[in-house]
């Protein structure tokens, strides 16, 4: 059973840039295409990005530009890059494949101010 565990979300202020982290346990991460989600309060969560095992990304219109996604394999590790952020972008994000395969992690809260 994959592990998914989430960090470095945190409070910034708008314009601002973080870099989030998802370590997964289990061998599958290697062949899994894994995706960055969010869930703002009220909303549901949605895909903001994701990449193929060899590195092929796609990301909503919302964050295209801004966000980057990545991965290393051997770390069985995907990161989030985000940059010019806007209050808009304030949820908790989580990572897993996509489509959804692995139980939840925590997720880490990401705020933005204006």
């Known amino acids: 059973q994959v592990q998914l565990v989430e960090s470095g979300g945190g409070l910034v202020q708008a314009g601002g840039s973080l870099r989030l982290s998802c370590a997964a346990s289990g061998s599958i991460f290697s062949i899994a295409t894994m995706g960055w989600y969010r869930q703002a309060p009220g909303k549901q969560r949605e895909l903001v990005a994701r990449s193929t095992s060899g590195g092929t990304t796609n990301y909503a219109d919302s964050v295209k530009g801004r966000f980057t996604i990545s991965r290393d394999n051997a770390k069985n590790t995907v990161y989030l890059q985000m940059n010019s952020l806007k209050p808009e972008d304030t949820a908790v994000y989580y990572c897993?494949?996509?489509?959804?395969?692995?139980?939840w992690g925590q997720g880490t809260q990401v705020t933005v101010s204006s």
């Open positions: 897993n494949s996509a489509p959804v395969i692995f139980a």
